[in-house]
């Protein structure tokens, strides 16, 4: 069997040397390549344009009473990853003759869900206050009511539903 | 002159600097005393290509780790979306055709290193004396990267894990005694469901590797106190070389031709995803090629015989592999010397490799079977090829998805039924979703009809009404048409 041997008789290597430099070179190629692609992996979806939505129905117009304050859900459509997530939002329609207006019910000061009382749009969350056209009465709101794009097809209101951001105060669509 | 003599001048400087810090860093972290010990090993008979097995698994297993957390930011446990979350890594997410072909290859070499880190210590007889349970430490090793391929296989939930996994739970089954509770155990039940999923997963992302990086801990710490071997023929004993710098190079070179490998092999074969696990389908099964001889070997094997090659082959083979040092005690280390040895190691390698070639051959030359895998190949590739579409979620619009077009609820729903299960039967918290509802024991069309006349003998509970008098027998007969379409997704 081999011979036990001394730890000590090595010479120790000059620790620059070509070949160690060459090592290094390798390491750090393999962990930028690596690198690299972990950051496209991990960035990268999060700057995916989401899709619009598309219009949703929201039934006959003539069936939206006269200067009521309507409440309408919407089926919406998330893009996240490998899902399209469908999930409800309310919408309100006011219609006055043939004037109509949809509004987001979601209030554009901190998010909080819009209401109605009497024939005021009310956020209970940090009273704010709206009448029937969407323009501010009362509260912290930096703005009116969000409206929402629709259009009347076949006599049937339709909607695009979109989200907008808070606490501004222009009305500025998140996408 | 001038100019370079400052630059000189400056080097020196700055090295100055830089090894002030490093003083400054040794005096708190000891650091010069860890390099030492990580890289002034000495070597007996010096550095050779033969040692580079150790080191590339070690690469590959760091590989396994990074690529494998990533995956993990997209990947979803649940038999629902799992393959819809693998779908997109693979087709969607920058990078992430590379970073899962990195990881699935990875895992292919693994396999073969390990199995060729074993041949080469078995060959050169590194196992023996002081070195027993170094290479019983590695025998366990390379049952837990059997176990890593068995767990991962399922988790793309794509016809080929859901089928293949099937066939290994049922052989898990077969063990005498403890089989059907132990194949109980594996899936979380008696069938492959979305419970196996989670527990595989669990097992393939926490448990096994921290498993297998204490047992490397062990596995290097062993291998250093014991010192390498070096070769089997002693007459380079007096030679000594240090690990750094030739050893590392080497390492560093099969290091990169193995990455290089890895990330060609991602980039031109792309790591395969079929359509989605479909289990009414006749899905032929087939194992993965390393464990294709046992597969070939069950072949000869019918009925009560067939745990030989599933389950006594493997466990007496790693038995033996487990028990060997304690048992062969010669010093004898060259492979020549030790004839049995290595007609063994040649027999067992040679056999498997034949058993896989004899496995592929029947499958070609058996027109049944070439037919049907031929197509299955088609129907993956063909999956494979289309854009990726992401998965619809959602209550009630899954159901709308589902019908194709929005299909209205009839007016006497939305009357009397929506205020509580929802305008388009989704569900809401004081009542439960309808959809789905039909496929539900005791909820045929009939059972719906009589339930809205009389609910009281199928004990629903309150608020739901126990009849309803005012809806006329037309619109009931509407309202359950209308909820046999609300199909889940």
Known sequence: MSVEFDEGVAPVPERRSFLGLISGLIVAGISAVLGVTIGRFSIGPAFTASSGQDWTELGPLDEFAEGKLVKKNV????????????????????????DVKVFSGVCPHLGCSVNTRADKFICACHGSEWNDNGDTLAGPTPRGLDTLEFRVEDNKLKVKYQDFKQAITEKQVLS | MLFAGIIWKNKIMAESKLNKLYDWLDERTGIKEITREALDEPIRGGARWAYVFGSILLFLFAIQVVTGIFLTMYYVPSADHAHASVSYIQKAVPGGALLRGLHHYGATAMVILAVAHLAQTFLFGAYKKKRELLWAAGVIMLLIIFAFSFTGYLLPWDQAAYFGTKVGASIAGEIPVVGPVQQRIMLGGNDLTTVTLSRFFTTHVFLLPLGLAALVGLHL???????PAGPFHNRDDKKIERFYPKQVFKDSVAILICFVALVAAAKYWPAELGPVADPTSDYLAR???????????LKYSPGKWAIIPTVVLPAVLFGALFLLPFFDRREERHPLRRPLATALLILILGGSIGLIFLARHQDRTNPEFAEKLKQQEEDMHAYFAKPFEPQIVGGAAAALAASGKAQEPP?????NCAACHGDNGEGSPIAVGLIGVSSKPQRSKEDLLKILDDAKPYGLKKPMPESFPKIPPEDKQKIVEWMMTLKAQ
């Not at chain 1, 459509?77 to 997530?85: C, I, L, T």
């Not at chain 2, 710490?221 to 010192?227: P, S």
């Not at chain 2, 194992?287 to 070997?297: N, S």
Request: proline letters at 9%.
């Open chain 2, 287 to 297: 194992p993965p090629w390393y464990f294709m001889p046992l597969f070939q070997l």
């Open chain 1, 75 to 98: 089926i919406v459509s998330q893009d996240a990853g490998w899902g399209k997530f469908q999930s409800q939002r309310s919408v309100w329609v006011v219609r006055k003759g043939d």
């Open chain 2, 221 to 227: 710490y062993l291998f250093r106190r014991a010192t």
């Open chain 2, 411 to 415: 007016p006497a729903y939305s009357e």
